[in-house]
């Protein structure tokens, strides 16, 4: 009897180079999986053609060999069968995708805009969150697939249930979120035709047979837009697991901006092991900040030792 691989994955948008939170995610994701023998795939995930360059990608695969998080299926040279690994050529596998879901009758286009949908915000909605108030969805849903003029027209969204979506987080615990209220009828594809996150991230993950999804705490919520997903489209969900967001000084959440903690910055005053070390203390993998590299880390890894706070301040 085989028994199936456990596999995680890193997915980066190449869009700028990695800051301390994002290696924050990779590191765990890549520790997790280590620690269990498992696999580690690297998707680029470059959907947004404005922003994502392929130089950005090279220079992230640099930084993970540099730090010792090596990939064993992906990256931009394409290790594996179960590839493309770059979202931007994967269309044709969403297209077939959405096409199920459209002749299931769970989907319509909208046409509302963003300001529109910001003005529909009830007064408690004030955590950034945009919750589609279901404007634009017809009374009666079709079974029948749009033509080809009717797909470049508005926003192509999914019909969410009114029920909870229960989960158990690897570090936040159990989590239940009501699709309806949390979020609404959400994206699978933009006006413009580019690939929403949500969907191309579920078949992604299935098809490449992701086991475990490893990544920062402020999607941790959105895993319920993606449990359902992997239910309608008949495959299992993955395993989750959300890592604290690593703020900077002042406490502000890390961005690509933050040109300091950056790791063109870091690398020019640390050794891998040392932002390893940092990391790991911060985290509560260690308890002590001491050099490690992540080969030793993942011989101690324990996901019951991380702290599970909201954020996480680094002062470097």
């Known amino acids: 009897m085989t028994t199936a691989v456990h596999k995680g994955r890193f997915a980066p948008s190449p869009t700028g180079r990695m800051?301390?939170?994002?290696?924050?995610?990779?590191?765990?994701?890549?520790?997790?999986?280590?620690?269990r023998g498992g696999k580690w795939l690297l998707r680029i995930?470059?959907?947004?053609?404005?922003?994502?360059?392929?130089?950005?990608?090279?220079?992230?695969?640099?930084?993970?060999?540099?730090?010792?998080?090596?990939?064993?299926?992906?990256?931009t040279d394409g290790i594996g069968y179960l590839g493309p690994y770059s979202q931007s050529e994967r269309g044709q596998i969403y297209s077939e995708a959405l096409s199920k879901i459209e002749a299931a009758g769970l989907t319509y286009k909208c046409t509302c805009t963003r300001a529109e949908i910001m003005a529909s915000q009830a007064p408690h909605e004030s955590d950034g969150r945009v919750v589609y108030a279901g404007t634009c969805r017809p009374q009666r849903l079709g079974g029948s697939?749009?033509?080809?003029?009717?797909?470049?027209?508005?926003?192509?969204?999914?019909v969410v249930p009114d029920r909870e979506i229960r989960f158990c987080d690897k570090l936040y615990g159990n989590q239940s979120v009501n699709l309806a209220s949390h979020c609404g009828d959400f994206?699978?594809?933009?006006?413009?035709?580019?690939?929403?996150?949500?969907?191309?991230?579920?078949?992604?993950?299935?098809?490449?047979?992701?086991?475990?999804?490893?990544?920062?705490?402020?999607?941790?919520?959105?895993?319920?837009?993606?449990?359902?997903?992997?239910?309608?489209?008949?495959?299992?969900?993955?395993?989750?697991?959300?890592?604290?967001?690593?703020?900077?000084?002042?406490g502000i959440r890390l961005s690509k901006r933050d040109q300091s903690?950056?790791?063109?910055?870091?690398?020019?005053?640390?050794?891998?092991?040392?932002?390893?070390?940092?990391?790991?203390?911060?985290?509560g993998l260690t308890s002590t900040e001491k050099p490690i590299s992540a080969a030793e880390l993942a011989t101690q890894f324990s996901w019951a030792s991380m702290k599970p706070g909201a954020k996480i301040r680094l002062e470097i």
């Open 145 to 158: 697939l749009p033509n080809e003029d009717e797909r470049r027209h508005g926003v192509t969204r999914l």
């Open 19 to 35: 800051h301390l939170g994002n290696v924050a995610s990779a590191l765990v994701s890549w520790l997790s999986v280590k620690s």
């Open 187 to 250: 994206a699978l594809r933009r006006a413009d035709g580019v690939w929403a996150y949500q969907l191309a991230v579920v078949i992604d993950d299935a098809l490449m047979g992701v086991t475990e999804v490893v990544r920062g705490s402020d999607l941790l919520l959105s895993s319920a837009q993606q449990i359902y997903l992997f239910g309608l489209l008949g495959y299992p969900a993955p395993e989750f697991g959300h890592v604290p967001l690593i703020c900077n000084s002042r």
């Open 45 to 75: 995930e470059d959907l947004d053609p404005d922003r994502s360059r392929r130089e950005h990608s090279l220079i992230i695969e640099d930084d993970l060999r540099w730090l010792g998080l090596e990939w064993d299926e992906g990256g």
């Open 261 to 283: 903690m950056s790791m063109g910055e870091l690398r020019k005053q640390y050794k891998p092991e040392e932002i390893i070390g940092m990391l790991a203390g911060t985290l």
